[in-house]
């Protein structure tokens, strides 16, 4: 993990912008609207945004870019962070990649931070980040029931979180196992 760079723009490109229906968006809040972007509207639009930026980094395996892990300031005055992760790349899907990748995201965030909390928004069609907060011992903080409507199903918002004090006592528990 570490910030992007100029030479990670067009692999992230092409993992997020350059099909107009990529596999990973079936999952990433799919009730939002998807374009394609050609390589230099990407770089236009987004381009300067991503290089070295403290609140997106990319995820690699072997050197190889497969996602990102990111924060935004919900309300930056009490320090109310949330945070995500997306693997683009499926061929990383289901191998333990997320969970190594969100832990230690989440554990920068704490260390480098004045954080009392790290959480994150997602939908009830997504139980594998559902999952994910579950595994680092998240909770569930909120249920927006029936408010994300996606392929004619309404599905429920879904916010998970952790205490910075939970994190410390579960980081305790692991190194005394």
Request: proline share 5%; aromatic share 16%; hydrophobic share 35%.
């Amino acid at each position: 993990m570490r910030p992007l760079t100029e030479a990670d723009l067009k692999p992230l490109w092409e993992l997020t912008y350059k099909e107009s229906n990529p596999e990973w968006k079936k999952w990433d809040a799919p009730y939002y609207d998807h374009v394609a972007l050609t390589y230099n509207a990407f770089l236009k639009e987004m381009g300067p945004s991503l290089i070295q930026q403290d609140n997106r980094w990319g995820l690699f395996v072997k050197g190889k870019l497969i996602g990102t892990a990111s924060y935004y300031w919900e309300h930056k005055p009490s320090n109310w962070l949330e945070t995500g992760i997306g693997i683009y790349n499926p061929e990383y899907w289901n191998g333990g990649h997320g969970t190594i990748f969100f832990k230690t995201w989440i554990d920068h965030l704490f260390n480098t931070m004045p954080l009392v909390r790290v959480g994150f928004a997602t939908w009830s069609g997504n139980q594998r980040m559902m999952r994910l907060g579950e595994k680092l011992g998240m909770s569930l903080e909120g249920r927006l029931r029936k408010c994300r409507f996606y392929n004619g199903i309404y599905y429920d918002s879904i916010r998970m979180g952790i205490l910075r004090e939970e994190w410390e006592q579960l980081e305790v528990l692991k190194r005394s196992e």
